[in-house]
């Protein structure tokens, strides 16, 4: 069992860039494919990224791609969402997923552990 825990949301206005983390306690975070989902007032939470166990398979929601960057940190156990040129549509909670699935997957039906979320707020 892995915990997670988010960190560096915020408030940002268009245009900015944010870095999110994703610190993992328990097993080792290698273990794991991750992804990173988001969840906006009254909307159903989305996938926005995901990474394979070694960082070297990425994939992202049509809506991110070239704006957001996963990656991840073995070492460190914690994984990373390098989001740049943010719009007030990337307003949301932002949280981060672990599975032990052999491939990756864009549902949130395919992701054993999450966790609390952090708050990314863009003003326009």
């Known amino acids: 069992q892995v915990q997670l825990v988010e960190s560096g949301g915020g408030l940002v206005q268009a245009g900015d860039s944010l870095r999110l983390s994703c610190a993992a306690s328990g097993r080792t975070l290698s273990s794991y494919r991750m992804g990173w989902f988001r969840q906006a007032p009254g909307k159903e939470r989305e996938f926005v990224a995901a990474?394979?166990?070694?960082?070297?398979?990425?994939y992202y929601a049509e809506s991110v791609k070239g704006r957001f960057t996963i990656s991840r940190d073995n070492a460190k156990n914690t994984v990373y969402l390098q989001m740049t040129s943010l719009k007030p549509d990337d307003t949301a909670v932002y949280y981060c997923?672990?599975?032990?699935?052999?491939?990756?997957?864009?549902?949130?039906?395919?992701?054993?552990?999450w966790g609390q979320g952090t708050q990314v707020t863009v003003s326009s």
């Open positions: 990474i394979s166990k070694s960082g070297s398979s990425t």
């Open positions: 997923a672990a599975t032990s699935k052999v491939l990756l997957t864009t549902q949130t039906s395919g992701y054993d552990y």
